[in-house]
């Protein structure tokens, strides 16, 4: 009878040493007590030789997996379908007393991996076993049952699965179902045959393609149209957009002009705001500052004013916070301050000295004169008490380039001062020295220059300059409101939350 088991596929456990052999019997021998198995594999990886033989005590465990029948058909296994086209769990063999058929009846194994039926509740199994295919006592001692599809035999069982159903095997009976509805959360979740997933990839750029953008817009619009709706926005409609400056509701419209001259301006600014700014002449300006000095703005008063806003500006060019840090000791920056014996000169001063506060190096160019003005001997006195330096030769000004020189040598009056030597010697210094320059309350254009400014800053209202003034900045002295009147200038304050300002050429 141990011919009969002969081209049985079998799983052969030999314990955790030798570990688990599966293939096909190739040879039972009663006598040794042995049996080979051909084309074997491993733990689940195909052996490097044909066959291999094992002995009866070596063996743990035998478990059939697949039973030769009449025309080699499966008449157990996992290979075995349901009436339904599901796997079966398997069968438990063992011998019969009377040498006739047996049914066994073997509930599900939870030891064995077994595949999870679909739409069936599957208890149990009869399984129909002919005489022929039992085997002897001496190799069915243990109990042998069959497993599924195990790791070293997959592809080859799908193929052995795929022939029929032997004739003898039972389809298992049906339960867990009512009215067909009824269905195991496992079943709905990993019961689809994966056979059944698509292998193409979806088509988005084709399915994508059927849509006609332009067309469904034009659909909308024309029934908005039609309707009389309002528009939701279409494709060639782009929505208004306003600066972080400007004012989304409606107000009236800004009056650009407010300042008025009595005279014809030689020249108009305008500010970055665009409110036009114009220049007046110097006799006017002159009036404009002998009336503010009666009303008791007084020249200590414009020329701490004058002081405290070309510093700040010149603070500014000098790199402000990112330069004057008490970090940075190390950078601390030199200001060459060049002043002439006159009120232009006490304004450069007062300058220097805001600047001395302000940590800045500065360097005070000031002729020697028998008599000075009563405003620059107050203003020196003050100079002299911070750690600002002053010399009156041109040998003593630094030889290297300094951070910036700040000019206030010219003056509108004192013309002659031109062709002292000293004048003369400072300019060519301040040429030769390529440092930005900054001029304080520059004369006007007819008057000829003998330094080229980068900057420069004019008082209360501008001066007609000319280009070799560069760029023009206005600052506010605290002339009240009144006093514009009273010398025929209708006078709206351009300067808004700053006390100095740009102007542009227009």
Not at 191 to 202: A, K, N, Q, Y
Not at 377 to 385: A, C, M, V
Not at 409 to 435: I, S, T
Request: net charge neutral; aromatic share 6%.
């Amino acid at each position: 009878m141990a011919t009969d088991w002969l081209g049985s596929i079998v799983s052969i456990n030999c314990g955790e040493s030798l570990g688990v052999y599966q293939g096909r019997v190739s040879a039972v021998d009663q006598v040794s007590q042995t049996i080979s198995l051909t084309r074997p594999f491993h733990n689940g990886v195909k052996c490097l030789v044909p066959e291999v033989t094992f002995r009866a005590g070596d063996i743990t465990e035998l478990k059939i997996l697949e039973i030769p029948g009449p025309g080699d058909s499966r008449q157990c296994g996992d290979s075995q379908q349901t009436e339904t086209g599901v796997p079966g769990v398997g069968c438990q063999v063992g011998p019969s007393q009377n040498g006739t058929g047996k049914v066994l009846k073997k509930p599900m194994s939870s030891s064995a991996p077994q595949n999870i039926p679909r739409r069936t509740d599957m208890k149990s199994q009869d399984i129909v076993i002919s005489p022929q295919q039992q085997c002897s006592k001496s190799y069915m001692d243990r109990h042998m049952e069959t497993l599924t599809q195990s790791k070293g035999f997959r592809r080859r069982h799908n193929s052995w699965s795929s022939s029929s159903r032997h004739p003898n095997q039972v389809t298992p009976k049906k339960s867990g179902l009512k009215n067909g509805q009824m269905k195991s959360k496992d079943d709905e979740c990993f019961g689809d045959d994966i056979d059944e997933i698509p292998d193409t990839d979806f088509d988005f750029e084709g399915n994508l393609a059927l849509f006609d953008k332009a067309a469904v817009f034009e659909e909308i619009e024309t029934y908005e149209r039609r309707s009389g709706t309002r528009s939701r926005g279409t494709p060639n409609e782009k929505p208004a957009r306003y600066r972080h400056d400007e004012n989304i509701l409606e107000s009236e419209p800004i009056v650009y002009r407010r300042i008025v001259v009595p005279q014809n301006p030689h020249k108009e600014f305008c500010t970055d705001s665009g409110l036009v700014v114009p220049s007046v002449s110097y006799e006017l300006h002159k009036k404009l500052l002998s009336v503010a000095e009666k009303h008791g703005l007084t020249l200590e008063r414009r020329l701490e004013m004058t002081g405290v806003c070309a510093s700040q500006m010149a603070l500014s060019l000098l790199g402000g916070p990112n330069r004057l840090n008490p970090k940075n000791v190390h950078q601390r920056p030199t200001v060459a301050l060049l002043c002439g014996p006159h009120v232009k000169g006490a304004q450069g001063i007062s300058c220097g000295r805001h600047l001395s506060n302000h940590d800045v190096h500065v360097i005070l160019f000031l002729p020697n004169f028998v008599k000075m003005l009563e405003s620059i001997t107050n203003e020196l006195n003050l100079f002299s008490k911070t750690q600002g330096q002053q010399v009156s030769s041109v040998k003593d000004l630094p030889a290297t380039p300094v951070d910036l020189v700040i000019n206030c040598l010219d003056c509108h009056e004192n013309a002659f001062l031109r062709d002292q030597p000293w004048y003369k010697a400072v300019v060519d210094w301040a040429n030769q020295n390529r440092a930005p320059v900054l001029s304080i309350d520059p004369p006007i254009s007819e008057m000829e220059l003998g330094i080229d400014a980068k900057w420069s800053l004019a008082l209360g209202l501008p001066l007609p300059l000319g280009e070799r003034a560069g760029r023009v900045y206005l600052c506010d002295i605290g002339i009240p409101q009144k006093v514009f009147q009273e010398v025929g200038i209708n006078y709206h304050s351009p300067f808004g939350c700053k006390f100095v300002i740009p102007l542009h050429s227009t």
